[in-house]
């Protein structure tokens, strides 16, 4: 019978987890609700950031150029995902109001020093852009001009955009669409002692003139669709187009390579069985006499392996990241994701990561129990820290790098304290509960065979089984079955576009975890059939060697499909895209292992054995 203590604490539990989802799933349906707009009403613009259009991830707050800023600056109120994702927004001087045309108004005018003439030069020839929002709307532009010419002679011209034309769409009382240009306007030069339209020199400097224009457009696109009125349109160049026909052909060949696989082992496994399962005067002690192959290692292919406490914290932390995935994904299909919502998806990792910690303390400390571990407490904080410790050191060099900078990417003091607030009261006690929860609900490990206590000798290995080769196909395939799709995730990830073929991304989902199970069985099929039983770890790394071509790919990427470059996007490129190879070796880790140990108790429950 339960007691009323674990009863109360239970629905503390799950009220908490309530409390959770609701603002995981309901508040960002509050933050991005519909603004109705009355004629003349003000519209608030934002201003954000600004970066190397080439580095995404390297971005400084707006107001560190010298460009028109208030006296006193406003922020606005982030969320947790805004912050993560690099945004720092503060109101502009910009006065916009709400179907009212305004033509070339003065912003203000500032006299620029020649260091902070340098600063801007500097920014342009780097081909800064800047980011500023509108009733969530993003929009681009960049901060000047720079254009080369000739060799002999050389010039070399840089010009400071002074005028913006704002194009605003509306559809009744709410805003659609809203984008910047500089098309109507020339750019004030910035060469040394140079002074051209809207600048004025002066001895102390050169004075600058800052306009605007706002045009209002009436559009017949309703609120709610708004977000595609986005996707269409892009400052950065496209290239997530549909790629169908890239997706298809990887199915072809992954169903193929599957069938291919399923069938040569079913038809090696009918003559096993037709050769193993014949009448035996002896019982399952006798088996292993005159013959050869799996069945011979029946009495010690459950042997249990070294680092058991490890293989367990593998096993919990991929199944934690197996269902985080699935969550992720299913809620993107749900429509939670869109291009107005701001680093939702940095939200709802962070608060799934926290919520499914139960997964990996239950799954390490259950089948750490099953395989007689002891040291459950020590098995609970290895399982823990497998993965945040990781993190963590990582996310201490990337930051560092962007607090030395300036960058916005540098998470303030009280984000910090947040996370590691979730982690401390949340995450890591739903892993302990998780562990404890899996520990007495623990049963007897389920084996066909009973193990003899003295280890058989394991034969001589030909090369083609070795550990290493056996990664290399079993990381290989897996790999090739997304690496279409992994293009178009890193050009998200680290690039300028917006997912959104997410049934897409599910099916390749799908299709990895799919061939990285079958890869797994067949691997060890060879490796038992060559009567080695050291299996256990095997499975893990053969298909857990998919992160290291990831990683690979990463560098390939970096080098040939990126213009990236600089210390700080490197830091925050590589950092990051060895906890992802992370992430996918414990994911594929576990599959190809529950696999493995499923298709072992098939194979030993089907022989004919006493």
């Known amino acids: ?90 109101q502009s001087m910009y006065e916009i109001k709400f179907k009212e045309n305004t033509e070339k108004k003065t912003l203000c005018v500032i006299t620029l020093a020649e260091k902070e003439m340098d600063q801007l ?15 969530d709307i993003p929009m681009w532009g960049f901060v000047g001009y720079m254009e080369e010419s000739g060799f002999l002679p050389h010039s070399h011209k840089v010009g400071l955009w002074t005028h913006l034309d704002f194009n605003i769409e509306y559809n009744g009382d709410s805003v659609i669409f809203a984008n910047v240009s500089v098309k109507d306007s020339k750019p004030v030069p910035l060469e040394e002692g140079g002074a051209g339209h809207g600048a004025v020199g002066a001895a102390s400097g050169l004075a600058i ?65 037709a050769r193993y399962n014949v009448e035996e005067e002896g019982g399952c002690d006798d088996l292993d006499q005159g013959d050869n192959g799996w069945k011979i290692i029946h009495t010690d292919v459950f ?48 608060v799934l990561y926290a919520l499914t910690s139960c997964v990996s303390g239950y799954c390490s400390c259950s089948f750490y129990t099953q395989i007689h571990g002891q040291r459950w407490v020590w098995n609970i904080i290895l399982t823990s820290s497998l993965f945040s410790a990781p993190l963590f050191l990582t996310w201490s060099v990337v930051n560092s790098v962007h607090w030395w900078s ?79 799709e992994l293009y178009y995730i890193f050009a998200t990830v680290w690039g300028r576009e917006h997912y959104t073929l997410y049934g897409i991304l599910l099916c390749v989902f799908a299709i990895l975890l799919s061939v990285g199970a079958c890869i797994s069985v067949a691997l060890t099929y060879f490796l038992l059939s060559g009567e080695d039983y050291r299996w256990w770890w095997r499975s893990v790394l053969s298909t857990g060697s998919t992160g290291l071509f990831i990683f690979v790919y990463s560098v390939f990427y970096y080098r040939n499909r990126s213009s990236m470059s600089g210390l700080v996007q490197s830091a925050e490129f590589f950092g990051y895209s060895l906890l992802t190879a992370l992430v996918f070796s414990l994911m594929l880790g576990t599959v190809s292992f529950w696999a493995s140990l499923a298709f072992i108790r098939y194979i030993y429950r089907s022989l004919k054995m006493d």
């Not at 696109?221 to 269409?232: M, Y």
Request: net charge positive; hydrophobic share 45%.
């Open 121 to 135: 030069r500097e920014a342009i020839e780097e081909l800064y852009y800047f980011e500023f929002l509108l009733d």
């Open 209 to 273: 003139t800052f306009t605007y224009s706002v045009r209002w457009f009436e559009s017949s696109l309703t609120h709610a669709r708004r977000a595609e009125r986005l996707r269409d349109y892009s400052f950065f160049p496209k290239t997530l187009e549909i790629h169908w026909l890239s997706i298809i052909n990887s199915l072809v060949l992954v169903v193929l390579l599957l069938g291919f696989v399923i069938i040569i082992l079913m038809r090696v496994l009918k003559n096993d069985f």
């Open 406 to 484: 300036g960058s916005t990417q540098a998470l303030p003091a009280s984000t910090v304290l947040l996370l590691l607030g979730a982690w401390v009261l949340v995450g890591f006690p739903l892993t302990v509960i998780g562990g404890i929860v899996g520990k007495n609900r623990a049963g007897n490990f389920q084996a066909p065979c009973r193990t003899r206590n003295i280890a058989r000798q394991i034969p001589t290995q030909p090369w083609y089984k070795h550990t290493a080769v056996h990664m290399a196909i079993g990381g290989f395939l897996p790999f090739s079955a997304i690496s279409v």
């Open 1 to 90: 019978m339960m007691s009323n203590t674990e009863h109360l604490s239970q629905q503390r539990v799950f009220r908490m987890i309530l409390y959770c989802v609701w603002v995981l799933c309901l508040a960002p349906q509050i933050a991005w609700a519909k603004v109705n707009y009355k004629q003349g009403d003000p519209v608030t613009l934002y201003v954000n950031k600004v970066g190397p259009y080439h580095n995404p991830q390297e971005t400084y707050h707006y107001y560190t150029l010298p460009v028109c800023r208030p006296k006193e600056v406003q922020h606005k109120s982030l969320s947790l995902g805004e912050v993560l994702d690099g945004d720092r927004m503060a």
């Open 303 to 350: 042997r249990f392996p070294p680092y058991k406490s490890l293989l367990c914290a593998v096993l919990g932390v991929g199944a934690q990241f197996l269902t985080l995935a699935t969550g992720i994904i299913v809620m993107a299909l749900l429509g939670m994701f869109n291009v107005h919502r701001h680093g939702a998806i940095n939200s709802a990792a962070i």
